[in-house]
């Protein structure tokens, strides 16, 4: 039971980071409206939808581990293209099959380990495993999100103090994306939070 809620744990820790930093990306980086950004969400609910679905329709004839390795691994894999994506390329190439990809792990792991530790678990024992498995996932959320808020703070504090106006990082900025409709202009020494978004 221990496996199955450390891998609970690791799932919900990569994708609801996943949905945070990609929100925050598309809002900060991209410059999408709130409305915009939630479309890019939308196929998460429809493969979301029918990985519960299939998981219905096959858990009685596959084991747990093919459910918890696929799902984690697509999980993985939608967290790697989404760290690798291209700011100029459009939605379709990285966040689209990131979007697809990232729903695997919670969906597949949710149903499947409910169901595994409910049939592990003695008869009195099943509403407090059952307990355990919920609190692994949210413990996963937060986790999830302040170590990556961690890693992101402590990777920008060292880039403030090691590179600032070499290279790249001293020069002007223009920050223009296919799918937005705004361009923005940072220059060297400024607060960009405090500069507006310019309409093309």
Not at 34 to 43: D, E, S, V, Y
Not at 109 to 116: E, L, M, P, Q, R
Request: charged share 10%; hydrophobic share 60%.
């Amino acid at each position: 039971m221990a496996v199955i809620l450390a891998i609970a744990f690791l799932n919900w820790s990569a994708s609801l980071s996943w949905v945070f930093w990609v929100q925050l990306y598309c809002q900060n980086c991209l410059l999408l409206t709130p409305a915009k950004t939630m479309i890019r969400f939308i196929p998460m609910f429809i493969v979301g939808c029918l990985c519960n679905f299939f998981i219905a329709m096959l858990i009685a004839r596959l084991p747990l581990v093919i459910f918890a390795v696929s799902g984690t691994l697509l999980t993985a894999f939608a967290g790697i293209l989404f760290a690798l994506i291209d700011p100029s390329a459009t939605y379709w190439a990285f966040g689209f099959p990131s979007a697809v990809l990232v729903v695997f792990g919670c969906d597949f792991v949710y149903a499947s380990g409910t169901i595994f530790i409910a049939k592990i678990a003695l008869h009195h024992e099943q509403s407090v495993a059952g307990a355990l498995f919920q609190t692994m996932t949210q413990l996963g959320t937060a986790f999830g999100v302040a170590i990556s808020t961690i890693v992101f703070n402590t990777a920008a504090l060292l880039a403030a103090l090691f590179l600032w106006n070499m290279g790249i990082v001293g020069d002007e900025k223009i920050i223009r994306h296919t799918d937005s409709d705004q361009i923005k202009t940072v220059l060297p020494g400024s607060d960009d939070s405090k500069i507006p978004a310019i309409s093309a």
